[in-house]
Each structure stands twice: as C-alpha cells, then as structure tokens.
C-alpha cells in the first residue's frame, strides 16, 4: 500500500475522499431573505398589564411567515381595542344630575 499522491490527481483531491473534522461539521445556512426573521422592535412596557400581553404577542409574528402575521395583528388589535374600550365602562362616580359639564378651558 502506497500513501503517496497518485500522479497526475492533485493532493485536494485526495482530501475530499478522506472526510476530515472540516467535512463533517454541517455547512452553513444558506441566507433566505424569504424566511421569517425577528424585526427587533423594542417593546416598553406600559405597566398595563393586559396592554403589554397584548404587545408581548407581537412577537409571535417574528416567527411567522408573513402570511400568518395578519391573524396576530388582528388578534392584537382586538385586545388593544377591548383594553380602551374597557375604560369608559369602568365604575366610577356619576356625574350629579342636572348640572352642566364644565366646559375645558
């Protein structure tokens, strides 16, 4: 048995029938400008609870394929919007009958 290169085969050629530690290691991903990929958006909390549950949601569109963001923007919308509209049916205090609101200045 003979370790020599045979002639007229260059010595890369050898390497690639012998797998090394470089061929085994798996090749990196191709770049997919497709692919879903996080926006990186930074989100501040409102110190509302059910409003940042709401904006915390946004983040599964990251991951999502642009098809599917539409039903979390949707989803997200409603409760941003049930969030507001809960805020003019909360008790509170009547306003007295028979008096005029005042007027902002």
Do not use: N
């Given at each position: 048995m003979n370790d020599s290169v045979p002639e007229g085969e260059p010595p890369e050629?050898?390497?690639?029938?012998?797998?090394?530690?470089a061929a085994q290691?798996?090749?990196?991903?191709?770049?997919?400008?497709?692919?879903p990929a996080p926006l990186d958006v930074p989100r501040v909390?409102?110190?509302?609870?059910?409003?940042?549950?709401?904006?915390?949601?946004?983040?599964?569109?990251d991951h999502l394929a642009t098809d599917g963001h539409l039903?979390?923007?949707?989803?997200?919308?409603r409760g941003l919007r049930d969030a507001l509209t809960a805020l003019d049916v909360r008790p509170g205090a009547p306003?007295?009958?028979?008096?005029?609101?005042a007027a902002p200045q």
């Open positions: 050629a050898t390497a690639a029938q012998e797998p090394g530690p290691a798996e090749p990196e991903p191709a770049y997919d400008p497709a692919a909390p409102t110190g509302h609870a059910d409003v940042d549950a709401r904006l915390d949601r946004l983040a599964d569109a039903e979390v923007y949707e989803d997200v919308h306003a007295p009958a028979g008096r005029p609101a």
